[in-house]
């Protein structure tokens, strides 16, 4: 029974602070004409299907395949030569041996810090591309609520349920399109 008392109690409060806090106006930010209207718009179907985002993914794509392609051309090299090494064991003095076997590992370490660095440049890449395209998205966004009056943007990714005339982001990808078709991407070497 008491149990039941305090929840009663904890619920009866909550609603009488929701009451409070819904029945307050907040103050005016800036003077709104007219009412209030809100729009919704998919970040995940710009983010897929932008031509930005597109080009972006196929030049990092790209890049990414080179950069694999020089780190498996240098892992045949030291293979072969590892291979190598290890046949002339047998004729080579252990002094001799262990100098081969000291600048062998050098070249695999350098091989190593280069895949590594090959690996930060295309994350460096795609940050960069992700952040020209976001700044792109947030002024589109901006342009087609002025254009349509609308006073609130939600990500749709946060809505419960909406209505299909609330979502504009057919807009904002049309837009965006003509804005930024691509990303220009530079890649270190």
Do not use: C, W
Request: aromatic share 2%; hydrophobic share 45%.
């Amino acid at each position: 029974m008491s149990m039941i008392r305090n929840l009663t109690i904890r619920s009866l409060a909550a609603l009488a602070v929701a009451v409070v806090t819904l029945t307050t106006t907040p103050p005016p930010v800036h003077a709104q004409s007219g009412p209030m209207v809100i729009a919704i718009v998919d970040l995940q179907v710009i983010g897929r299907d932008s031509k930005a985002a597109v080009s972006a993914r196929a030049a990092i794509d790209k890049q990414g395949k080179a950069y694999q392609a020089e780190i498996t051309k240098q892992e045949s090299a030291l293979q072969a030569e590892g291979q190598q090494l290890e046949q002339q064991r047998a004729s080579l003095t252990a002094e001799d041996f262990r100098k081969k076997t000291e600048a062998f590992q050098q070249k695999v370490n350098a091989a190593r810090q280069s895949a590594a660095q090959r690996r930060q440049q295309l994350q460096q890449m795609e940050v960069a591309a992700q952040s020209q395209i976001q700044t792109a998205i947030n002024s589109t966004v901006a342009d087609v609520a002025k254009a349509r009056n609308i006073s609130l943007v939600l990500i749709k990714s946060t809505v419960l349920y909406n209505l299909p005339a609330f979502d504009i982001t057919a807009d904002v990808l049309q837009k965006l399109d003509a804005k930024l078709p691509s990303v220009k991407l530079t890649a270190s070497k």
